[in-house]
């Protein structure tokens, strides 16, 4: 089938000039044709969508999300099953569709048959890049220990996340490579949701990182490190990880080794403020989290606020970013957009340059080649939007601005007139 996206202002992804009065030709899932109407000729009996007045762009590209449910309460969590669990997971897939976000990288919690029903169009939701687990030494980011003396799994269909030791890390990453992972997500930091560590705090030695480096290399994959203090961002970079997650307290010295390394930086900006905010707002909400989370949250959120000159001359320099929400059950689901607002404001970008850190640069974050864009040969993922988002780009928070969400050429919402 054939379908032609007509009378828009184009944003093709790269970067480049707004083009008005576009065409965005569609054949099956893929795009066919980009240009002028004056240049673009539709084929006899092409399915015409009226993008007039709207801007239309590509589908949003997160870099860094769950997609997956467990219950915050922890007592809750244990009585849960593993299947409701499973089944509350398809509504926060649905929910980061329907925002615009058509491709995603989970930072752990869906498997392997998570992206195959996606992919299959079992359950609506983002095209998906895996890593299963969030690897963890014992006692840190990605270890559930509970003070009466428990582990318990976050999500039971996952393999176990903590590992120690060269050996140790080397056999998991063999272990979760097998399972089907698309790269490698291991924390070099504790972090705010942590039961049993500090954020700052450095975890795994770079010998531990390196070989998760290595063993992902050997299997053509990347390694992306969670790492919120210093020290651990120092030793994601020692260990020449692929991308660089939250990574909230960079220094001058990190910045010189991000750019000359080549590392993508994922900063997660809105997820702290967006937090403090929730705990001011909805006070049920606040008493289902940890209780030293209200303290690390407006801490946090206060030392972020005096990064924020150096988080804009590291964009200035040239780091790499790519979009990334962290967005999960906690927080965010359906809101992820809301991060284009803090890129904007922190880390001073244009709202174009947003916005191409959202599509194309998220995409090569990815190192994925048929996303991003609008351009011939990529999906078909784009969207319609009401409002200007380089004018304003709290526009795209607005769901009901979004006209047209497709993913693949197939439509998810569309309320155009043929």
């Known amino acids: 089938m054939t379908i032609a996206v007509v009378g828009g202002t184009v944003i093709d992804g790269a970067g480049g000039e707004p083009l008005p009065d576009g065409v965005v030709l569609i054949e099956g899932e893929r795009i066919a044709a980009v240009g002028p109407a004056s240049q673009v000729a539709l084929p006899k009996g092409a399915e015409v969508l009226d993008a007039g007045g709207r801007w239309v762009m590509p589908g949003i590209v997160d870099s860094h999300v769950h997609t997956t449910y467990r219950a915050r309460d922890m007592r809750q969590h244990l009585l849960n099953t593993p299947t409701y669990n499973v089944l509350r997971s398809t509504t926060i897939l649905e929910e980061t569709l329907a925002c615009g976000v058509t491709s995603v990288r989970d930072m752990g919690g869906a498997d392997a048959g998570f992206r195959a029903a996606v992919e299959e169009g079992i359950v609506p939701g983002p095209r998906m890049m895996i890593s299963l687990v969030m690897i963890s030494q014992t006692g840190g980011h990605g270890d559930y220990w509970l003070p009466a003396g428990h582990r318990i799994a976050k999500r039971s269909w996952l393999p176990d996340p903590v590992a120690d030791g060269v050996d140790g890390v080397r056999r998991l990453v063999r272990q979760v490579l097998a399972a089907g992972a698309d790269f490698i997500k291991i924390c070099a930091t504790g972090g705010i949701t942590s039961v049993t560590d500090s954020w700052d705090e450095p975890q795994f030695t770079v010998e531990e990182l390196s070989v998760a480096v290595a063993e992902a290399a050997a299997k053509r994959k990347r390694v992306a490190v969670h790492a919120e203090g210093i020290d651990g961002i120092r030793s994601t970079l020692d260990a ?29 900006l809105a997820l702290v403020p967006m937090s403090v905010r929730k705990r001011e707002t909805d006070k049920a909400w606040s008493a289902q989290q940890l209780a030293k989370e209200d303290a690390k949250d407006s801490e946090i959120f206060g030392l972020m606020q005096k990064q924020i000159p150096l988080y804009r001359e590291a964009v200035k320099r040239g780091v790499k970013v790519a979009f990334g929400t962290d967005q999960s059950h906690r927080l965010l689901v359906g809101d992820n957009l809301v991060e284009l607002e803090f890129m904007v404001d922190w880390l001073g970008m244009t709202p174009l340059e947003a916005l191409t850190a959202a599509t194309a640069r998220a995409a090569e974050c990815l190192e ?42 197939q439509a998810y919402s569309n309320s155009l007139t043929a």
């Open 240 to 268: 020449g990880a692929w991308s660089l997650e939250h990574g909230w307290f960079i220094d001058e010295e990190s910045v010189d080794r991000m750019i000359a390394q080549g590392t993508w930086w994922v900063p997660t």
């Open 368 to 409: 994925r080649d048929d996303i991003g864009l609008l351009a011939p040969g990529r999906y078909a993922d784009l969207l319609v939007v009401e409002g200007a988002p380089l004018d304003d780009i709290t526009c795209l928070q607005k769901r009901g601005n979004l006209r047209l969400v497709m993913k693949g050429g």
